[in-house]
């Protein structure tokens, strides 16, 4: 079955240290985001890629990066120059474009805990 | 203010009760999105509507375009429905990123 992996479900750092979340799917979408959740609050774009070996800054992009080689891979770091990083990331990948909104998939999540 | 806003925040319901949550937006959509996110955190899309009304189930969800205003209603509503249900949109023009709300935690207690 077509489907988004985010791994760990839960990932523990030091602070100083960069981690890297990873997000990978099987459904031949062009697009894929990253999104940051934090209690009480909308998710919140950090970045999105429209097309392999590229991609833009979303709202909240200081002190994250990301790459994308790969159609299927969407890997997220979380550098030390990112202030509070403790939140829970959700990955999310769709077509692009006009049919976008149809085929908006959704990963189940990291949990991210700064130690 | 946020683009997106729902109400309530917070809701608890007996189950068998009808429920709503309401969504309203104030920026030109080319769709909105209900989605629903359980305590492991993985979220599910429910509807994506861009006119009209969508039942799936004991899920109706409506749009009124003009009044840019949705809502989502569960009837006979269950425990296992307690989640947290979101709102969101796809702003026209921002291609197929989408903008939140800020959810509404559903409580259905037997």
């Known amino acids: 079955d077509g489907g988004i992996t985010q791994s760990p479900k839960y990932l523990f750092r030091k602070e100083g240290q960069n981690v890297t979340l990873s997000c990978e799917q099987n459904l031949n979408h062009d697009a894929m985001y990253w ?6 609050q909308g998710l919140r774009l950090i970045y999105y890629s429209q097309i392999v070996n590229d991609f833009q800054k979303g709202d909240i992009a200081e002190g994250y990066s990301v790459s994308r080689e790969k159609k299927e891979s969407f890997p997220l770091t979380v550098t030390s120059a990112q202030k509070n990083p403790t939140a829970f990331y959700l990955c999310a990948s769709s077509p692009w474009g006009q049919g976008a909104a149809y085929g908006y998939t959704f990963g189940s999540g ?6 | 203010k946020n683009e997106v806003e729902q109400s309530p925040q917070n809701l608890t319901a007996q189950e068998g009760e009808f429920i709503t949550i309401n969504c309203s937006y104030s920026v ?36 009124n375009i003009q009044e840019k205003h949705s809502s989502l209603h569960i009837t006979a509503s269950h425990p296992r429905d307690s989640a947290v249900y979101i709102c969101a949109v796809s702003l026209r023009g921002s291609g ?13 207690n037997p």
């Open chain 1, 35 to 40: 999104y940051r959740q934090d209690p009480g």
């Open chain 1, 110 to 115: 990291t949990r991210l805990t700064v130690v």
């Open chain 2, 28 to 63: 030109g959509i080319s769709a909105l999105h209900w989605l629903q996110q359980h305590p492991g955190g993985g979220i599910v899309s429910l509807f994506m509507l861009s006119s009209g009304k969508k039942k799936h189930g004991r899920l109706i969800a409506t749009i």
């Open chain 2, 96 to 108: 197929s990123r989408l903008t939140f709300g800020e959810g509404t935690q559903l409580t259905v």
